[in-house]
């Protein structure tokens, strides 16, 4: 990936954030929505948005339709602000990252927790003994 996908990848990205947060109205789009990564085609003509939502889990299916549905309005925005010549077509996927980070997180929290506990009881039975 050249320097110059990879900074429009990072403008796209933060400009649908923004149009996300300050101008998308859509019902199926409220909560949190994070876009997670853009990736750009090579001949810059397409670009692959990675979505994902944390707290309650919505209707994917409803997200994406959303997306889909502004996805037009997204592009014609992203045209007025980045001034490039050719905005690429807007692609949605979501993305399991976050998701899959607050679990493991869970997980850990839960394993040292049963870890102090043990820890714990260890440490009592070894000062009865004494």
Same mark, same amino acid.
């Given at each position: 990936? *050249?320097?110059? *996908?990879?900074? $429009?990848?990072?403008?796209?990205?933060?400009?649908?954030?923004?149009? +996300?947060?300050?101008?998308?109205?859509?019902?199926? $789009?409220?909560?949190?929505?994070?876009?997670? @990564?853009?990736?750009?085609?090579? &001949? +810059?003509? %397409? @670009?692959? !948005?990675?979505?994902? %939502?944390?707290?309650?889990?919505? &209707?994917?299916?409803? !997200?994406?339709?959303?997306?889909?549905?502004a996805a037009g309005y997204m592009r014609r925005e992203?045209?007025?602000?980045?001034?490039?010549?050719? *905005?690429?077509?807007?692609?949605?996927?979501?993305?399991?990252?976050?998701?899959?980070?607050?679990?493991?997180?869970? +997980?850990?929290?839960?394993? @040292?927790?049963? &870890?102090?506990?043990?820890?714990? &009881?260890?440490?009592?039975?070894? @000062?009865?003994?004494?």
């Open positions: 990936m *050249t320097r110059r *996908t990879e900074r $429009l990848n990072h403008l796209i990205q933060i400009e649908i954030s923004d149009l +996300l947060r300050k101008h998308i109205n859509d019902p199926r $789009l409220n909560g949190l929505i994070s876009v997670t @990564a853009v990736e750009i085609s090579n &001949d +810059l003509k %397409t @670009a692959r !948005v990675s979505i994902s %939502t944390l707290g309650g889990t919505p &209707d994917r299916d409803e !997200v994406l339709k959303g997306f889909n549905s992203l045209a007025h602000r980045l001034n490039i010549r050719v *905005t690429p077509e807007l692609s949605f996927e979501f993305d399991d990252s976050i998701e899959h980070g607050v679990n493991l997180v869970n +997980l850990i929290d839960r394993v @040292a927790a049963e &870890d102090n506990k043990g820890g714990a &009881d260890g440490l009592k039975r070894a @000062a009865k003994r004494k």
